[in-house]
T-cell receptor
């Protein structure tokens, strides 16, 4: 079993929809949680960064961390076709390597 | 703002050849990570350096080695290349000194094709 589980999708939604992306994890030592967006053949782009439990909002993006359930989420409001990409969750214990989920492929249709 | 720079962007090598990938971190970042991403796979951690010292090691084959230099750039050396080494290789950098956080920023990657 992988340390970080993420549904690979694809997740198809119409433009304007609210998108919910999720990851579960097994390592209770993880404290730092990140969401990356990756377009095909490009490097992962950091979207959201959260330390410990709680919510964080940045524009159309909201990240939630529930350490008690070992569950993190990324919400995208008013989704746009340009949001179509693979979304990777990643987490770490501290100043150490990131452990990634497999990524969820999101398709937003006009 | 300056980002993580990787070179080359594309590299084609034959089996059993060697390859050197370079990474220039964001200025004032002291930590460099190397990841390997196969087709349709999530990035797999290879190795990391903090202040020019190896800080962590993941699933890096013995045929690979890496180092971080005094100017904080890093090089990943790959020898006796195999077909299975074909992948995207990403470098990421972060700063352990600034804000005590671990935000890691990735470069655009080097696509290595072994034929």
């Amino acid at each position: 079993q992988k340390e970080v589980e993420q549904d690979p999708g694809p997740l198809s939604v119409p433009e304007g929809a609210i998108v919910s992306l999720n990851c579960t994890y097994s390592n209770s030592a993880f404290q730092y949680f990140m969401w990356y967006r990756q377009y095909s053949r490009k490097g992962p782009e950091l979207l959201m960064y959260t330390y410990s439990s709680g919510n964080k909002e940045d524009g159309r993006f909201t990240a939630q961390v529930d350490k008690s359930s070992k569950y993190i989420s990324l919400f995208i409001r008013d989704s746009q076709p340009s949001d179509s990409a693979t979304y990777l969750c990643a987490m770490s214990e501290g100043f150490q390597k990131l452990v990634f989920g497999t990524g969820t492929r999101l398709l937003v249709s006009p | 703002a300056a980002g993580v720079i990787q070179s080359p962007r594309h590299l084609i090598k034959e089996k059993r050849e060697t390859a050197t990938l370079k990474c220039y971190p964001i200025p004032r970042h002291d930590t460099v990570y190397w990841y390997q991403q196969g087709p349709g796979q999530d990035p797999q951690f290879l190795i990391s350096f903090y202040e020019k010292m190896q800080s962590d090691k993941g699933s890096i084959p013995d045929r690979f080695s890496a180092q971080q230099f005094s100017d904080y750039h890093s090089e990943l050396n790959m020898s006796s290349l195999e077909l299975g080494d074909s992948a995207l290789y990403f470098c990421a950098s972060s700063s352990a000194r600034q804000n005590s956080n671990t935000e890691a920023f990735f470069g655009q990657g080097t696509r290595l094709t072994v034929v």
